[in-house]
């Protein structure tokens, strides 16, 4: 039997000039097998660098997301109303505020209801007034973070109360109410919503949430008030833009 490895091995036929070429002007490197014209496998591996957001991030995005998701249902099945936006604008206005004001809003309630039953009364008040009093004196009281309850006056019918509740790790919480004749219950609790994705300068991410979640508050503040019966309710500005309002009351 002969050594075939003693034979010398055929040279291979010189490469043809006018078939296709691939020139590279750096380091090429083909992951796989090439015959003829048909690619076995093919595998490229890329090395790169994602820029985006943090673990945390994405974690408290996901958070909102869900409570987003969670309210909204609980509000569809509650039939909870959405505070409309006239009333979460008003909550922009800028407003004086001062202990002092606070205090002389706490004597006014306190002549009231010091009065006799069956007596006529006139109400007045401003909206510096009755925010400070929510402020400063009523709004720990409803669960509100220290100085962060707020009232603003919307038109001459409804009025918007705020705050940032503790319970709930400061989120904060609106409520819109309506002057109503009903004895003893001069505030009707109208609607209630929470800023779960707050966005300065806008009323977006507003969510509404059950308005029972808020009628404890709603039982406070007309408690305050006194048992009386609203009558009449007239909304006034002045020149600077001051708003007041004048409620004609009646005790029972």
Not at 82 to 95: E, I, M, N, S, W
Request: proline fraction near 6%; include cysteine; charge should be negative.
């Amino acid at each position: 039997m002969s050594d075939q490895s003693s034979q010398p091995h055929p040279e291979p036929p010189p490469r043809s000039e006018s078939g296709p070429r691939l020139e590279s002007g750096g380091d090429l490197s083909v992951g796989g097998d090439v015959a003829g014209r048909d690619v076995v496998k093919h595998q490229t591996t890329v090395n790169q660098t994602v820029t985006g957001f943090s673990e945390k991030t994405v974690v408290r995005l996901m958070v909102v997301v869900g409570v987003l998701v969670f309210v909204t249902a609980a509000c569809f099945f509650s039939g909870g109303l959405v505070v409309g936006a006239a009333a979460l604008t008003a909550l922009d206005k800028q407003v004086g505020s001062s202990p002092e004001e606070a205090v002389l809003f706490q004597q006014k309630l306190q002549f009231l209801s010091a009065a006799a039953p069956g007596q006529s009364l006139n109400f007045s008040f401003t909206e510096d007034e009755i925010s400070s009093y929510v402020k400063f004196i009523l709004g720990p009281e409803l669960g509100f973070l220290p100085e962060t309850g707020k009232v603003r006056l919307v038109n001459d019918q409804q009025v918007i109360v705020a705050g940032r509740l503790a319970d709930l790790g400061g989120l904060e919480v609106a409520a819109t109410f309506e002057l109503s004749n009903q004895p003893g219950q001069p505030l009707a609790l109208q609607s209630a919503a929470a800023h779960v994705l707050p966005v300065s300068g806008s009323t977006f991410g507003w969510t509404a949430i059950p308005t029972g979640l808020l009628q404890p508050a709603a039982d406070q503040l007309n408690a305050r008030l006194g048992n009386v019966q609203l009558v009449n309710a007239f909304a006034v500005q002045d020149q600077a833009g001051a708003v007041s309002w004048e409620l004609d009351l009646v005790t029972r």
